[in-house]
């Protein structure tokens, strides 16, 4: 791929002052920052700085409060529910992360909710870190809606991303899936409509429930089908009662767009669930070498004609980290061209970029 | 469907005169003989009376023991592990629902491992009691190996089937979301190669990754890809983690299949997890108005052509009981002949049945 390399650190600093700049506090855009050049260190460019842009937009219209104040709604425990007062998702959901994390340790199991949150970013990078402080993280959000329940062209559901993040013995990488409930995501695409590539078949249809394959309609007027017909449906349904209903935060049309509906507090719920394996089951050395025999084992399957090796889940962001950290945040030159462009309004120096 | 119609009752007084006979105490036998009836009166016939056969092979060949101690392994409050010792996977599994069901009044969320389980029979029928109980409930467990991870063709990974379910207000059914990470099940693919008919493509590979359409090569050399590529892995993975490893339960390769392996130990593990509601959020009926809301929308989407209208999970298994309710069990010809000659070996009668 062709783009730029900067370094992470003047890359965090950008989006600081840029957040600080909108009246975010220091340590709220010192996470926020942390989590948007995290996905682009991971590759996930679709959830990295880039993201920066409608958030500002919603930070200067007013739409998303710079400021927050997460009130505990409810509290029994193991369940805490915040509001997360129409802040950043990066804040509330870095706070419900460490405060399931804590209950867990105590309880076995804990979860925070948090409704009338905000865009939540890379979910992978919550269950990560849970997951190497040595704890099992489930992390999941509603969305605006982008999907048809099975039998339908409506969007009417999300695609209500899910993660989970399980410890590997001794400091290893853990094992992060990541997944929304959609074949793909829709800025994907949109990728392809800005490349003029067709959109492979098997994931957005029109109103009659056929595949569109011209990705400029797609965009337009194509509904995404679920991830395997009915299942798939389920799951975003689940995501959308446990992340939506249960927070008490919006759910499918109340949820907005980050990108179509700018001037609309998105009203995302997030839920976010903590396992401690310790005190879960009273030895934590026991479940980390299950784990290790379950890893080695699939690592060591017979890989298929012209595939390289299996691939744990969350590996290839690994790898993709390494990379970043011994030679610097790789950004493709369209978001390179869009951040530039949105430097100069916003008034914030970009950092230096080398070619890659 | 032609077959039998038979009173609930009587069918399930003939499954638990079969396990009292092979020494499972009067309650636990009861228990079981109610989920296996209640998912033939949902139209589940692979979960249902005719599960009976394997389990009665294990009782008797002294692999599945008919009265296992539940032991405590450890205890956090939120978070119990018990250990199945290696009875029916239906009493580990409703010990499991009931006392996470109980802790989470207490501190909104709660979870209840096993290790050294059975099959567990139909997931849906445990989340459906704890919603109707007005809680949420997760279970999941692992099963012996039927599918590859991305990449390989090798059978590593169960297809470790998951259920969510969701309490409706008013008493209404609720949403049951329970599916297998695999396209279809194992006993699907084995209907195909019993009415000689081909098996469509995207469920079963050869070991060089092509799709096996002929269904009796498929039960043979054949294995299931998951869901949706890398996404279905990845859940199938963390399914694998939670109800195997954390749960200290066999793993992969160390779960037994019930039909291919019937003289080892399955060691299969469950997880159970359960949200109430009202503990959670302090509003229980905001949260059902919530839920509401959200089935209304989903149910009025438009319906594609040729679609009678949208239905919500768990809906297809509800009408299902309620024509069993109305009219009596219907078990297919092929059933009603395996327990035939099941119930003349076991010496135990089989219940009057009409034609359906």
New interface residues.
């Given amino acids: 791929m062709s783009g730029v390399l900067v370094s992470a650190g003047e890359l965090e600093q950008f989006v600081i002052e840029v957040l600080t700049g909108a009246g975010v506090p220091g340590d709220d855009a010192a996470t926020t920052a942390r989590l948007l050049v995290a996905a682009d260190a991971r590759g996930v460019s679709t959830h990295g700085v880039i993201r920066l842009i409608p958030y500002h937009q919603r930070l200067v219209g007013g739409v998303v409060r710079p400021d927050p104040t997460l009130a505990t709604?409810?509290d029994?425990?193991?369940?805490?529910?915040l509001d997360g007062d129409d802040g950043l998702g990066q804040v509330s959901g870095t706070r419900a992360a460490a405060l399931a994390s804590d209950r867990?340790r105590?309880?076995?199991?804990?979860?925070v909710?948090v409704r009338n949150s905000h865009h939540i970013g890379m979910l992978g990078l919550y269950v990560e870190q849970i997951a190497r402080a040595g704890q099992?993280g489930v992390v999941m959000s509603n969305t605006a809606p982008l999907m048809?329940?099975?039998?339908?062209?409506?969007r009417?559901?999300g695609n209500n991303p899910l993660a989970?993040g399980?410890p590997r013995a001794a400091g290893g990488d853990p094992?992060v899936?990541?997944?929304a409930l959609s074949?793909t995501s829709f800025g994907k695409v949109q990728e392809y409509a800005r490349r003029g590539e067709p959109l492979p078949p098997g994931q957005v249809i029109d109103v009659?429930?056929n595949w569109i394959t011209d990705a400029q309609v797609a965009t337009k007027t194509g509904t995404m089908v679920p991830?395997?017909g009915?299942?798939?449906?389920?799951?975003a349904?689940?995501v959308?009662?446990?992340a939506?209903?249960?927070?008490?935060s919006g759910?499918?049309?109340r949820v907005s767009s980050l990108f179509r509906e700018p001037m609309l507090p998105m009203a995302a719920g997030h839920l976010t669930?903590v396992?401690?394996?310790d005190?879960?089951?009273?030895?934590a050395a026991?479940?980390l070498a299950?784990?290790e025999?379950?890893c080695e084992?699939?690592l060591a399957?017979?890989?298929?004609?012209n595939?390289d090796?299996?691939?744990?889940?969350g590996m290839p962001e690994q790898r993709s980290r390494e990379r970043a950290e011994a030679v610097g945040i790789l950004l493709a030159e369209n978001v390179v061209a869009e951040l530039t462009r949105f430097a100069e309004t916003a008034g914030v120096a970009l950092p230096s970029m080398e070619p890659a």
């Fill in positions: 709604i409810a029994s425990g193991g369940f805490v529910l867990a105590q309880q076995g199991i804990a979860a909710g099992i048809a329940p099975t039998g339908s062209a409506e009417i559901l989970i399980v094992v899936v990541d997944l074949p009659d429930g991830i395997a009915h299942k798939g449906y389920g799951l349904l689940a959308e009662l446990l939506g209903a249960l927070t008490g759910t499918l049309d669930i396992i401690d394996p005190a879960a089951t009273g030895d026991a479940f299950a784990v025999r379950v084992v699939i399957a017979q890989p298929l004609p595939v090796g299996i691939l744990l889940p």
